[in-house]
RNA sequence: GGUCUCGUAGCUCAAUUGGAUAGAGCAUCUGACUACGGAUCAGAAGGUUUGGGGUUCGAAUCCCUACGAGACCGCCA
């Protein structure tokens, strides 16, 4: 028991060791350098000096380049490089030698650092994720309108938000997901009078359509019949501005929203028994994308609210108001434009609504900081916004930060749903099920599976070619997706990287007990070249959360398993019989499969045993 | 009209945030399985980083300009 206790002291205490000894260790080259230029060459020390990674091209694992310091040294590039590799070598242990091309000094780490590094590291199943940093983020995600089913665009937003969210989490913060749901507007009242007009009575149980889809059937429907009428009125000799006023079925939408408003007992009925019907398909479509939130916000609640931020900003003097009562903000100092806060009719529009629930969030939460994840058709919304909660002098105004992520375009253009011209998240996630049943029943891999245990299989592949295929490109940037070409499943992938980690669980199964190797142990240049990678995964986790791109934590995996690919055809791991080697190995693969499990979960992403 | 993004191999994306000879995957071609899992590995070919100018030791990255693509600028959400 005392043994047990002292044991897990132990682990726990070279955890921590090894998490400062991980962030000094470019610190102490960084802080070598900084003692070479002051006692090599007697001069003020460079503020910063930036070490990188050595290009794989060159012998060595970190660079010091040291053009912008020849001022200090007053020698040749060469020179300077070798004064300072000599130093570093004659300073710190672990330096092992160095080499200077131009003005680049490229440094050595011994092995013995390398293999120290593995054997402290290997069996921790947490590597890479750091303390709790005591800071408060909410990520806000998703947020529907609810008169439409979900499509691939909104897909990338929740895959985003789950995984930049769950990257936080890792890096030590506490983190909040949220959802806003859209439940109110034009939008929802559209569906409704389309469906009280044409529908029947129609409910997802008498049509065996999920609850999301037949309100998103009506949504189309209206547009459909109110093109209709616009065309008649036109062709009636009406100018087709007026037309798109005075068409019966937006008169009667308009007179929809205006009931709900007034609180209308029979439109409210339906409201919420629509809204129902979607939150039931929405529910389905989150379960199975994995993705999940700690706390709902419904627009229909917090509506209202700005107003009274309004208000107070009006008497701060930081709004005006016009004659006809409508209340705007001034943001010509900043470079924008006038912003409209307040209808004259007195009531609110969009931007207000969030001011509400800017301060609604943070009343509750009171977080450092609070992410919006919401495409970048809306960077000018997002700027106001800030610049207005810091002209209301709301200290949160700082913590304000647009995740502005670019649009999934088809190769015809936008996704509309009124248009019907959208990829559905639902049939998508259907065909990629298929797409990776065909695949792996080709493959033949998959003997002992129970049905069940396929179905889940499949479904979890298939999502993994999904997820990484829209993680792996950089949020900000617009994202093409051709229908046509399916997704791929080899090469830079989901499934390939699922593979690998399928590939090292069946080493792990059939590997004999082993143990940790002497620091005096030799490596390969396959053994050298992943335990370096493995080492890099805390700067990833780092960046990515930093950046809050999961595309960095994506490419990282990427890397890692081609390095570890690239071992297992070079070298014999479980066949090795040369003990220490083996042991490394196996090591290696422990670690590898550790990592590989973290960052795939970082993604939302799961990792099959067999495959 | 104004503002803001973006433009890298045929296609989809990288490039340690200003560093070395711009890297991967797909597609094409060539090679490696009586196997520790071939959804893999090795190799070939593919580039004036949209064009032009500038900044400096050094530019895909910063500045200017032209062209091209997209988004936003509503008393819509």
Redesign the pocket.
């Known amino acids: 028991m005392i043994r047990w206790y002292t044991k897990l002291y132990q682990k726990n205490l070279i955890h921590l060791l090894n998490r400062l000894l991980l962030m000094s260790i470019e610190q102490e080259l960084i802080q070598g350098i900084q003692k070479a230029f002051k006692e090599v060459y007697n001069t003020d020390t460079p503020a910063a000096p930036?070490i990188?990674?050595?290009?794989?091209?060159?012998v060595?694992d970190y660079?010091f380049?040291v053009?912008?310091y020849l001022k200090l040294s007053k020698k040749k590039p060469e020179q300077t490089g070798n004064d300072i590799g000599e130093f570093l070598k004659k300073e710190l242990a672990f330096v092992s030698g160095f080499n200077v091309?131009?003005?680049?000094l490229?440094i050595e780490i011994g092995d013995s650092f390398w293999v120290k590094f593995l054997n402290d590291n290997y069996a921790l199943s947490d590597f890479g994720k750091s303390s709790a940093k005591n800071k408060k983020i909410m990520v806000e995600y998703s947020s529907p309108?609810t008169n439409k089913p979900l499509h691939l665009g909104h897909i990338r937003n929740n895959l985003l938000g789950y995984a930049v969210a769950e990257i936080l989490a890792y890096n030590g913060y506490e983190v909040i997901k949220a959802n806003l749901i859209?439940d109110?507007?034009?939008?929802i009242c559209k569906s409704m009078l389309a469906w009280m007009k044409f529908g029947n009575g129609e409910t997802p149980q008498s049509s065996g359509m999920k609850g999301d889809h037949l309100v998103g059937k009506y949504y189309v429907e209206f547009d459909k019949a109110y093109k209709a009428e616009i065309d008649q009125l036109v062709s009636g000799g009406m100018e087709k501005e007026h037309a798109e006023q005075e068409a019966p079925l937006i008169k009667g939408a308009k007179e929809l929203l205006l009931k709900w408003e007034q609180g209308d007992a029979e439109t409210l009925r339906i409201w919420k028994m629509m809204n129902g019907w979607v939150y039931e398909g929405f529910e389905l479509t989150y379960k199975r994308l994995g993705v999940n939130f700690d706390k709902f916000y419904y627009?229909s609640n917090t509506?209202l609210l700005g107003k009274k931020a309004v208000q107070e900003g009006l008497q701060q003097g930081a709004f005006y108001q016009?004659e006809?009562?409508?209340i705007w903000i001034d943001l010509t100092a900043d470079?924008?434009?006038h912003?409209?806060l307040q209808?004259?009719?007195g009531?609110?529009?969009?931007?207000t609504?969030d001011i509400g629930t800017a301060q609604m969030k943070y009343d509750e939460y009171k977080m450092d900081r609070s992410v919006y994840v919401v495409?970048?058709?809306?960077?000018?919304?997002f700027k106001v916004l800030q610049l207005i909660l810091k002209h209301l002098g709301k200290v949160y105004a700082y913590g304000v930060y647009h995740l502005s992520y670019?649009?999934v375009?088809l190769p015809s253009?936008?996704m509309k749903s009124r248009e019907g011209t959208v990829v559905d998240a639902d049939d998508l996630l259907d065909e990629l099920h298929h797409t990776?049943e065909k695949?792996?029943k080709e493959?033949g891999?998959?003997e002992g599976f129970t049905q069940e245990q396929l179905s889940e299989?499949y479904e979890q592949?298939g999502q993994g070619?999904l997820k990484y295929?829209l993680l792996?490109?950089?949020p900000?940037?617009?994202?093409?997706f051709?229908p046509k070409?399916s997704i791929?499943?080899?090469?830079?992938?989901g499934?390939?990287i699922?593979?690998?980690y399928?590939?090292i669980?069946?080493?792990m199964r059939?590997a004999p007990a082993y143990t940790v190797v002497p620091e005096s142990h030799s490596l390969l240049s396959e053994e050298k070249e992943l335990i370096y990678t493995l080492y890099r995964f805390n700067?990833a986790v780092e960046?990515a959360g930093?950046?809050m791109?999961p595309?960095?934590m994506a490419?990282y995996a990427?890397e890692l398993?081609?390095a570890y690919?690239?071992l297992?055809?070079?070298?014999?791991?479980?066949?090795e019989t040369d003990e220490q080697k083996r042991n490394l190995?196996l090591m290696l693969s422990a670690m590898t499969r550790n990592v590989v499990k973290t960052s795939l979960r970082l993604l939302g992403i799961a990792a099959?045993?067999?495959?």
């Open positions: 930036v990188e990674q050595t290009k794989r091209e060159f060595g660079t380049v053009f912008p091309i131009k003005g680049f490229n309108n859209n109110r507007g034009i939008h627009e509506y016009k006809d009562g409508s470079g924008l434009d912003k409209l209808r004259s009719d009531t609110s529009v969009y931007i609504q495409g970048n058709e809306q960077d000018y919304h670019g649009m375009d253009g936008k990776s695949i792996t493959l891999k998959t299989l592949i070619a295929f792996k490109v950089d900000k940037k617009r994202l093409l051709d070409e791929d499943f080899q090469g830079n992938t499934p390939f699922q593979y690998t399928a590939r669980s069946s080493v059939s700067e960046l930093k950046e791109s595309a960095v490419n990427y398993v081609k690919n690239k297992y055809h070079e070298l014999t791991i479980l066949k190995r099959p045993e067999k495959m």
